[in-house]
């Protein structure tokens, strides 16, 4: 997930917190709710009247859900709660094909695996073509050198990653003063005459308080502009690199990359320790750094996302995608960030199929590529695509890690989410009930489809510790809880079939 996906996530979680409500959540068989008219759709008078009411599905509810659909709705999760499809899947992906950079071999490799996959499943897959940028990570190194208090002939280390856009040093590295901000306003006051020649260090904190609270997305969003922006801000006033502290929960001396606008300097992201150890040296004197950091930005190459289509009974023109991004950065294996999307939409068809339940609307599986450095993938679906969205009915995206789902983020109508109730209360025995109406689009790649109309979804999950892996070395294979990835998996497949089978399509 990018800076872009996880401001708008901030705003909403700010907007949801100021409101002190959730704008809908579904009600569980436990909340009982007089029955309404049937005139009465929208979600707020729904969510008034949930305090000890018996629910009851309006006709409209019912028309759309009939007895034999939430049935198999009921075979769905059942099946998704004892399949280990989703799992087996990403083992393979990160630990057989391992990190999926864009433009690099592994993400090809996954794009031909997971095509492979889908065409097993008996879906018609198509690879649409991407072209991507293939930035390559090289040395990466740091000391201080010179600092208060320095023993005679010692240095320091520095650990630290390169952040992606990053231009390289000499190969013999940079020396420079340090200069330590706290924000662009620091910055700013410093002005050319003290930031020219330098290297800028944002020193901007994770609130880990608001992590610990549930408000992961809210703390990345606020620290995370500095990853974006900053090395831009601080190449303007003549900056010769630009630091951040890593944007992360945990601190384990564990640096965390992540996309940065190209700003024509190096730019690297040290670990919260060096970033504490540098603001400490600098406020007593004189910091001096030697950086080598060498990533290379080669041509752009080819590559694809995966489009799968399990074919509509009735509707094969209407379109439900489920989706993932499969390229990932470098460090780890994109286990959390993230194979798991992709893992989850695949198992929704395969459930489907193994159920040989046929969706009344295409189910279209897509694994995009470049979520992480540029959203082409994304981009050159909206461009290939856009005639048809008037047909998409819905997208769903997970791209927030694997833990243990609680519901959706939604941009449909309060209308839209009143109609869903019965969908989730059928995954109320996993406790993914919530649908968490959103101003923003719940996930990067299906954004330009929610700015066109398409009703967007992404799967509401508990993010408190998605931030100590994310963009890290440690995102791999058993950050997944194989029971959590099966209760995402059965969030997935039961929202995506029920959106695919309904009586009408979801009204926008
Ligand atoms: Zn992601």
Avoid at 75 to 94: C, G, N, V
Avoid at 129 to 150: I, N, S
Avoid at 208 to 231: D, I, N, P, T
Wanted: proline share 6%.
């Amino acid at each position: 997930m990018t800076t872009t996906t996880f401001r708008s996530r901030t705003l909403l979680t700010v907007a949801c917190a100021l409101a002190g409500v959730i704008t809908a959540q579904a009600q569980t068989p436990q909340q009982p709710k007089p029955a309404q008219p049937s005139s009465q759709s929208s979600a707020q008078t729904s969510s008034q009247n949930s305090w000890g009411a018996a629910p009851q599905m309006s006709p409209e509810q019912q028309e759309n859900f009939p007895p034999q659909l939430r049935g198999e709705l009921e075979a769905i999760k059942t099946a998704a709660l004892a399949d280990d499809y989703a799992y087996q899947q990403l083992a393979h992906l990160t630990e057989n094909i391992g990190p999926r950079p864009s433009g690099s071999a592994q993400a090809n490799a996954a794009v031909d695996y997971v095509a492979g996959e889908l065409r097993k499943l008996g879906l018609e897959v198509q690879l649409e073509e991407v072209k991507v940028p293939h930035w390559v990570r090289g040395v990466e190194t740091a000391e201080l050198v010179e600092y208060a208090g320095q023993v005679p002939g010692t240095a320091q280390k520095v650990v630290l990653t390169a952040l992606g856009g990053s231009t390289s040093t000499a190969p013999e590295g940079i020396v420079a003063d340090v200069v330590v901000v706290n924000n662009f306003d620091e910055l700013k006051a410093l002005g050319r005459e003290k930031v020219a020649g330098k290297i800028v260090l944002f020193n901007e904190l994770f609130d880990k308080q608001k992590a610990a609270a549930g408000l992961s997305f809210m703390a990345y969003g606020e620290a995370v502009r500095y990853r974006g922006a900053g090395s831009k801000a601080a190449a303007d006033l003549g900056a010769v690199a630009a630091l951040i502290r890593s944007v992360a929960s945990a601190d384990f001396r564990l640096p965390h990359t992540g996309w940065s606008q190209a700003a024509g300097i190096p730019a690297g992201a040290v670990t919260a320790e060096d970033a504490d150890l540098m603001a400490h040296l600098a406020a007593q004197g004189k910091l001096r750094m030697r950086l080598t950091l060498t990533p290379q930005k080669l041509p752009d190459t080819t590559s694809y996302n995966v489009i799968a289509d399990l074919k509509g009974s009735e509707h094969p023109e209407q379109i439900i995608v489920v989706s993932g991004h499969l390229d990932s950065w470098d460090l780890g294996t994109g286990a959390i960030d993230d194979g798991a999307g992709v893992v989850v939409a695949m198992e929704a068809a395969e459930i489907a199929q193994k159920l040989h339940l046929r969706p009344r609307r295409t189910l279209r599986v897509v694994a995009w590529i470049d979520e992480e450095t540029g959203g082409s993938g994304s981009k050159t679906y909206t461009k290939d695509h856009a005639s048809e969205f008037v047909n998409h009915v819905a997208a769903i995206e997970c791209d927030t890690g694997a833990a243990h789902p609680i519901g959706f983020d939604v941009k449909i109508s309060p209308h839209a989410i009143e109609l869903l109730r019965p969908v989730a209360e059928v995954l109320g025995s996993i406790g993914a009930t919530a649908l968490q109406s959103s101003s923003y689009p719940p996930g990067a790649d299906i954004t330009a489809m929610s700015e066109a109309g398409v009703p967007t979804l992404g799967i509401l999950q508990d993010g408190r510790l998605y931030f100590n892996y994310h963009h890290s070395a440690a995102d791999t294979l058993d950050k997944v809880l194989p029971s959590e990835l099966r209760e995402n998996a059965a969030a997935m497949a039961v929202m995506g079939y029920a959106l695919a089978s309904m009586k009408d399509p979801l009204p926008r």
